[in-house]
């Protein structure tokens, strides 16, 4: 008998957010690579939309419902037709209800990357927070387990939902194969990018934080152009006022928006330091991305960042917006004040990039349904 594990696949066909869609897509690529004696993988996405093409992949059933109805069915509990089986999500995109893992080996488990609904929810649409929030809910009611990428984010968790030991840590990591492509410099010059820059990512949301990260280059003595990769369309010239304000001249300030894998790994090859202001309670996936490269890492304080980036960058401890500055362009100074810190910061960074897996993540995944 064939067991067979449901991957949602929703990002695949309707991406809402680029960073879901990627994490999807390679973690149902390791999940088939890594399926069991007796095992095969699934997928299940709404109707309409784009193919859904994974190697390996036992098939992919469409529901009924296209993703934005298929969406408030499950915030309200009602049918869908997605049935039961073994269903795991990368997201809270999951049909959370009332079923019975004793007697026929059903069950649901969801991911949480971010809590930003909860912490910032003022920089979501009220629809987008009222979904979150509603699918928590659920999930604190049907869920058979709640995965998360980083043990401090298991702790906040467990202060704003009440699930118990239902909650289990799988970290994220970079895509499958993440490299800096052979054809890097002709796709920085595609990119209108330099050569040798400070890089960071996010949009002018204050959770991201940018704001303080523009500000510790302009003060920090290293005359470098900066990057940020990652800001949403129409959204460019908001980055670019922070940078002003902050001190930034113009002409150093290149912003780009979401970039496919080769193109992101192409921008940090040419990185000289990645700076990660941001203290959100949320998976720092272009953090990891910068360890999986070797690019020292920057970053301030959070429990986040302490466990993600552990020994491999610098972590800046300061509390308040201004020390964190003043912090954060010290050690922009040090990392770049010299070839040798900065060949050391890469070493560091790369040894702790080793740790992020989606095939290890995968195997933690089988593990999970295996133990429910």
Do not use: N
Not at 82 to 105: E, K, W
Not at 282 to 300: E, H, Q
Not at 317 to 341: K, N, P, Q
């Amino acid at each position: 008998m064939v067991a067979t594990l449901r991957v949602m696949l929703d990002q695949l066909v309707v991406p809402t957010e680029p960073v879901l869609a990627e994490a999807s897509r390679d973690l149902t690529r390791a999940l088939v690579a890594g399926a069991p004696a007796g095992c095969e993988v699934e997928g299940i996405a709404p109707a309409g939309g784009g193919a859904v093409e994974i190697a390996g992949i036992a098939g992919v059933r469409r529901t009924a419902l296209p993703r934005r109805e298929l969406a408030a069915a499950l915030q309200l509990g009602v049918g869908t037709g997605i049935g039961g089986g073994m269903i795991h999500s990368p997201t809270l995109f999951a049909p959370l209800v009332r079923h019975d893992r004793v007697h026929d080996h059903d069950q649901s488990v969801v991911t949480v990357w971010d809590l930003r609904p909860w912490e910032s929810p003022g920089e979501l649409s009220r629809s987008a927070v009222g979904w979150y929030r509603a699918m928590l809910k659920r999930a604190v009611k049907f869920a058979d387990a709640v995965v998360v990428p980083t043990h401090s984010i298991a702790q906040r968790l467990s202060e704003i939902a009440a699930l118990g030991d239902r909650i289990r840590v799988i970290a994220g990591a970079s895509p499958l194969g993440f490299s800096v492509p052979t054809d890097e410099v002709g796709r920085r010059r595609a990119l209108d990018l330099p050569e040798g820059f400070v890089l960071l990512a996010g949009g002018p949301v204050p959770s991201d934080a940018l704001e303080a990260g523009f500000a510790a280059i302009a003060t920090s003595g290293v005359d470098l152009p900066v990057v940020v990769i990652d800001v949403e369309d129409g959204h460019e010239p908001a980055v670019a006022d922070l940078a002003a304000g902050a001190g930034l001249p113009e002409r150093r300030l290149h912003v780009r928006g979401a970039l496919d894998a080769a193109d992101r790994a192409a921008v940090f090859g040419a990185a000289l330091a990645f700076i990660a202001p941001s203290r959100l309670t949320g998976f720092p996936w272009r953090v990891v991305d910068a360890l999986t490269l070797g690019v020292p890492v920057i970053a301030s304080d959070s429990g986040v960042h302490r466990e993600i980036i552990a020994e491999g960058g610098e972590i800046v401890d300061e509390t308040d917006a201004a020390s964190l500055v003043d912090g954060l362009a010290d050690a922009v100074a040090r990392a770049l004040g010299s070839t040798a810190a900065a060949d050391r910061l890469a070493v560091l960074s790369g040894d702790r990039g080793r740790a992020f897996s989606w095939r290890e993540a995968a195997d933690k995944v089988w593990h999970l349904h295996a133990e429910l």
